[in-house]
């Protein structure tokens, strides 16, 4: 889909000198443009390798910043950990886990011990890992072009190996996490996406490349290849973006893309693919953070952009930007180039470059930072040596900090301010204010809703946050149900309000729905709302219903293998064991980890007899989780099936181990 490479065999690498002479006719006609012809559909990406044949400089610079290596191959070179000692224990699901090296290529071991036995081991290889390195190193692998995170990651400033985050506190998915398009579109360039799935793709290229900030590059390659060359000095080139001729708020979208992480809803029918840089980004994806009464302190960590916009620094400089400089009309506003070359790395720019900019407005005398100015100790020493040392102005005014959403980091805060006195009472007025869009202050009811809706299901599930959706939407009629069909089905169905799934359901008709709910797209809106549709008549007995709605919703998303799994169980109990046994082992080969194919097919064999089977199906899932309450109880059954008492009683005791709750499974145990 977005992967093309354009044959450059004959683009000269050498240009003229005289550029009026190549660009009179071309600039006249683009400066009339007011938009960039890149953001066109016709518009193709061609890779930073394309890009390198003209640039060469820029981009042997630009593959050593974070950007350039923020996805990679899992080998030994690419990765900044330490494979001594790399283990850490789970405790709350009694698992090992160790990076380790296998033939220069990263590996993810979980294990399990019975005092010094290994009862259960299970090696991963790593085909990607995602981090620069300056703060983590995660690891993903690949299985059939699906991609999952693994659960290790290595964090570079404490040298450490820990769950990534999220994992913590009793949250470990193991090997299931998805690596869905909200992902891979920050932290690397796009990749060429499945349609009808959520983390499929038939190619993942490695590392953010030129055209995440500049645009799609193949109309700016053909310009160049016929010979027509615009005087940037003088014009703009509007066959590609230049960040640094772009209005301030637009130069802040195409930081804000992935710099300003939090609760993304996209509106419009978007997908994360349709920003470009110089478009609004609002008009594509809408950021929400939660406040607090102690926000001030309270931030994530790719939150740059929304902490320097609350800056007096950032302020107080686009009051005084008077620029009518078209081609630098940022100039006198404190943008993230300010500070930040994105061709250049952090770690080569030296400390000078931020605090210059500090002083060029700090600098009342001209001679640097007055006393009037800055009082701190490190000032005053530097001052009394006659300034042969210079003052820090970042360590004070843009504190090294935590940040509350990845472990083991520091960075720092981009919220430039003075620092403040916190007394104890401040720091524990932890109290929610309410979701803010951060990158549009009027966000529509339902893009609202949305947000509390997602703000439920991605990070924290508290119940106010789906009654405050259920206010904003505010639905009071049929029309109202059918205008927020996908939202208001998503937020009934999180709030397990069945009854109202279902009368909705048997007033609009299932063949109306079915109709209505036909598009496949990106995001797979119409099927997740078929699904969540299916799932409500399940649940409560309509299996008919259920199988015309899994159905529809395998049709749209064929590879969201979840949605065929739970089709494949209606159908057994419809009476359609075939349909159900073709649609589980299309999930096995899909993805051969995914284990309730397998408790479900053995369970199937169970039903049909044939032990032999049911055996082999349900031995193969344990390979991969031993603790799947499903599987184990499917694998009880057929000990019990088979006579085989010690091996009903151990797995029976394994079961209340994970869920002692299980009081059919206590009784059981009594029996035996």
Known sequence: ???????????????????????????????????????????????????????????????????????????????????????????LK???????????????????????????????????????????????????GYLYQAPMTFYTQKKIWDFPPGFENGNNTRFSRKIGLECITCHNAYPEFVMGSENKYTYVPTGIDCERCHGPGSIHVNKIRRGEITDTSKYIDYSIVNPAKLPIDRQFDICMRCHLQGNAVLVNNSTFYDFKPGMKLSNFIQVFLPRYTDSKDNFIMASHADRLKQSQCFIQSLKKNKSVNTLKPYQNALTCITCHNPHISVKET????????????????????????????EFLTAQKKKNTIKANCITCHMPISGSKDIPHVTIHDHFIRIPEKHNKTYINNHQFLGLVCINDSHPSPETKAKAYIYQYEKFDPFPYYLDSAENILNITSQKDIQKYLHTYIHLLFLKNQYIKIDQIIQTL????????????????????????????????????YAELLYSNAVKLAPYILEFRNKLAVTQ????????????????????????????????????????????????????????????????????LQTNDKINAQKTAKHILKINPNNFQIKQLLNTL
């Open 350 to 377: 030296q400390q000078e470059k931020f605090i210059n900019t500090c002083i060029s407005c700090h600098n009342p005398d001209g001679n640097g930072i007055s006393s009037k100015t800055c009082t701190s100790k």
């Open 1 to 91: 889909m977005f992967r093309y490479i354009l044959s450059l065999l004959t683009l000269p690498l050498i240009f003229s000198c005289n550029f009026e002479k190549n660009s009179s006719n071309i600039t006249s006609t683009l400066s009339n443009h007011t938009t960039y012809l890149n953001h066109s559909d016709s518009a193709k990406y061609v890779g930073k390798q394309t890009c390198m044949l003209c640039h060469q400089n820029i981009y042997n610079h630009f593959i050593h910043t974070g950007m350039g290596k923020s996805w990679k191959y899992a080998t030994r070179q690419n990765s900044s950990a330490i494979f001594e000692n790399s283990s850490f224990y789970d405790k």
């Open 94 to 144: 009694n698992l090992h886990y160790q990076a380790l090296l296998i033939h220069d290529t990263i590996h993810i071991k979980e294990y399990r011990l019975d005092k010094k036995d290994t009862i259960f081991m299970m090696i991963k290889k790593i085909d990607y890992i995602v981090g620069s390195g300056h703060h983590t190193n995660s690891h993903i692998y690949n299985i059939n």
């Open 509 to 544: 008709g299932v063949q109306y729905l079915l109709k209505i709910l036909s598009k496949q797209d990106l995001n797979n809106t119409d099927a997740w709302t078929s699904y969540r549709l299916g799932e409500v008549e399940y649940l409560i007995g309509n299996t008919k």
């Open 572 to 639: 057994m109990q419809n009476a359609k064991p075939q349909e159900a046994y073709k649609n589980w082992l299309f999930i096995i080969k899909e993805n051969p980890m995914f284990v309730q194919a397998y408790s479900n097919l053995g369970f199937m064999k169970l039903q049909l007899h044939q032990m032999d089977s049911a055996y082999y199906y349900l031995n193969n899932g344990l390979k991969f989780d031993r603790d799947n309450e499903m599987l184990l109880l499917n694998l009880l059954n057929y000990y």
